[in-house]
């Protein structure tokens, strides 16, 4: 069939692609990589394109990381892949457990193992019901996250999620709330201060909290900073607020840290750049720096406690997966871990954070950027087809997407979400990888502009 000669018609003829939009694709066409090298990804006609985005916020090493590769390799030369169930589990997965806990901002805890964040989120929730289940109380079931929250896709983790794509799979689950989104320059109100906003979303979880019942209620997710939804930092001394009211009513605060964790927003974990310490901790994508997928629930002491005195009370915990704790994934995690925390890894992000900052500043003086926001090296820049009015482009224009386009063309990959375009840059990156990104960037942001404004 002479229209599947090339890689891009035959990746289209037989992939069904997740989270791809399709007129936009269509416009652009797919795009098949071959392999990657440093903060670089090439495609098999051999074009390079700077990866602005980390893969998908994970890659945080890098596409060629000797040493996590050399990891892998010896890992799998000792022992290939095994499960954590029945009382066994690898070194490896020991190892990583007491590093997690001591890297944490918890004093003590216990690691669960998952496959994913979706799954991470959904064994968290199945650890919350089962806390009731098993201590032989009513179970407080419901679960409260955030409009443009992003927590996953399975049926649990999607209804989580706080996206209104999830209503054609007639999503959410019962019982799964969606609180406000905590985004001062879009839903501040006319005349309303950041503190007063921080007081409203603070007194709609009360409301909440006390309409539905306190004791009905199993848990509070949230993203230390909101990724999918658009890099969205919370409002001034948003935790602060939040964090008294849940515990008032013995709620526990989960955060989401599959894209915060390791370094991304500066210190280690989300939490501490904003100075809370949460219940439990969701940890994804940098854990392994994207060389594994792996998941994994990082409980705090009071968890801890009351989940295995749960356990032990029905003598089981049932529930698991058989790569839970893969030896590979954990040899490659901790290798990771040690990357980013003692190889200066971490340092870089530090240190690159003004510089990004300077580069979204600059690029927010655009008469189409209303804003640009950010934490560490994760980035937004919003589209605005009035700055004053804050008013958005009509959705028809697809004007993020556009961008995004553009950007692809330039040889720079980045990401469109709503009327965002996101940039999450590995901790790799170079001073002269930064200044390359933003020139692409700008191109295609002043072409796509003079087009639509
Ligand atoms: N939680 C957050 C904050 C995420 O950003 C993601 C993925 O982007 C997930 C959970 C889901 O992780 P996964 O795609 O590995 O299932």
Known sequence: ????????????????????????????????????????????HGREFLDANSGLWNMVAGFDHPGLIAAAKAQYDRFPGYHAFFGRMSDQTVMLSEKLVEVSPFARGKVFYTNSGSEANDTMVKMLWFLGGAEGKPQRRKILTRTNGYHGVTAVSASMTGKPYNSVFGLPLDGFI???????????????????????????????????????IAGFFAEPVMGAGGVIPPSAGYFQAVQPILKKYG???????????????????????????????????????????????????????????????????????TAS???????????????????????????????????????????????????????????????????????????SERIANACTDQGLICRPLGQAVVLCPPFIFTPSDMDK?????????????????
Not at 443 to 448: C, E, F, P, T
């Open 251 to 321: 709620i526990p605060l989960i955060a989401d840290e599959v894209i915060t964790g390791f370094g991304r927003t500066g210190a280690t974990w989300g939490c501490q750049t904003y100075d809370f310490i949460p219940d439990a901790i969701i940890s994804s994508k940098n854990l392994t720096a994207g060389f594994f997928p792996m998941g994994a629930v990082i409980l705090g002491p009071e968890l801890t406690d009351r989940l295995q005195a749960a356990a032990d009370a029905i003598e089981e915990f049932p529930h698991g997966f």
């Open 437 to 453: 990104m933003f020139d692409r960037l700008e191109k295609a942001l002043d072409g796509v502009f003079a087009e639509v404004a």
């Open 178 to 216: 969606h609180l406000s989104c905590p985004h001062y320059w879009r839903f501040g109100k006319d005349g309303e201060t950041e503190t007063q906003f921080t007081a409203r979303m603070a007194a709609e979880l009360e409301e909440t909290i006390l309409r539905e019942g306190a004791d009905t």
């Open 1 to 44: 069939d002479q229209t599947l000669n090339s890689w891009e018609a035959r990746a289209d003829a037989n992939s069904f692609y997740g989270f791809t939009d399709l007129p936009t694709i269509k416009e652009r066409g797919t795009t098949v990589l071959t392999h990657g090298k440093g903060a670089y990804v090439y495609d098999v």
């Open 325 to 399: 704790g893969h030896p590979v994934g954990c040899a490659i995690a901790l290798k990771a871990i040690d990357v980013v925390m003692n190889e200066g890894l971490a340092e870089n992000v530090r240190t690159l954070t003004p510089l990004f900052e300077e580069g979204l500043k600059r690029l927010s003086e655009k008469k189409n950027i209303g804003e640009w926001r950010g934490k560490g090296l994760m980035g937004a820049l919003e589209a605005v087809a009035d700055k004053d009015t804050k008013r958005p482009f009509d959705g028809s224009l697809s004007v």
